[in-house]
């Protein structure tokens, strides 16, 4: 199987579980006057949305040297990790059964990709711009910050560190799922979890506008918290790792109203 197909799977799965939120979700009445709103609200964020784009070509570049630059000067944390939590996803792994890897697998994956851009599509269709503004804003300090950290901290995940005691459920469950993993992660990068912090950010965002899409809010919660339990169920990330992304999403957020309050008045912010 190539990434193409692997590609057009998660494409296919994440259009499918799109069109499904906005029936449930959003509603055809608000979906009747989308095209002007979603017209309205592009233009409002689109400094926003070039300083994402920014961040995130920077964190394409870098990463690709992250690595080399991260045993220069970054610290190695694995062995104090380990130390911290000992077995912990060794014996979290002894419930693992075909069913919950498949369900956890098809979370990590498929859920994630759908939960990162689902609430972008929805909030387009907002009158009012600031929930997009504000998680587009956020989803750029996690991926610079994140870098950040990457660079900073040396971390291998379970499944390297004690390949005796935790499994690799997601490739052996998916194996095709390293064509897109391969392309986005190192195995040092696992302080702290991207896949966590993104994911709360979506929940913070969620609860802090869920005026603007009241259904919106459990959901996003609940599929935050799936998320973190699957990478750990996974043999993918410590707890530490997870606790360490959840506390990211705050810090993301929090800059993020810092900056959405102090620069209300220019033309990055401006609604």
């Known amino acids: 199987m190539t990434l193409a197909t692997v590609l057009a799977q998660l494409a296919t799965a994440v259009l499918a579980l799109h069109l499904l939120g906005l029936a449930a979700l959003v509603g055809p009445q608000r979906l009747v006057g989308a ?32 690595v080399e630059l991260s045993w220069l000067i970054g610290v190695n944390i694995t062995a104090a990790i380990h130390a911290l939590e000992g077995g912990f996803v060794a014996r979290l792994q002894t419930f693992a059964s075909p069913p919950l890897t498949a369900f956890f697998s098809a979370v990590y994956v498929f859920g994630y990709a759908f939960l990162l ?3 972008v599509v929805a909030y387009l269709t907002c009158e009012d711009a600031r929930p997009l503004r504000t998680l587009l804003v956020a989803y750029a300090v996690n991926y610079a910050l994140g870098l950040v950290c990457y660079v900073v901290f040396i971390s291998y995940g379970p499944r390297n560190v004690t390949p005796e005691a935790v499994r690799s459920l997601l490739y052996a469950n998916w194996p095709q799922a390293q064509l897109l993993t391969g392309r986005v992660n190192r195995n040092t990068n696992v302080f702290p979890s991207l896949h966590v912090s993104l994911s709360v950010t979506v929940a913070f965002v969620a609860a802090r506008y869920r005026e ?19 990478t750990m169920y996974l043999g993918i990330h410590w707890a530490t790792d997870v606790v360490a992304g959840a506390a990211l999403a705050a810090v993301a957020v929090a800059v993020c109203g810092g900056l959405l309050a102090v620069n209300s008045s220019r033309r990055l912010f401006r609604g």
């Open 35 to 66: 095209p002007r709103r979603v017209r309205a609200n592009l233009r409002r964020v689109a400094p926003t949305l070039a300083v994402l784009v920014v961040v995130l070509a920077v964190n394409g570049v870098v990463r690709d040297v992250g």
């Open 117 to 119: 851009t689902f609430p």
């Open 212 to 230: 603007a899409l009241p259904r919106w809010r459990p959901i996003a919660a609940a599929l935050a918290g799936t998320i973190a339990a699957s």
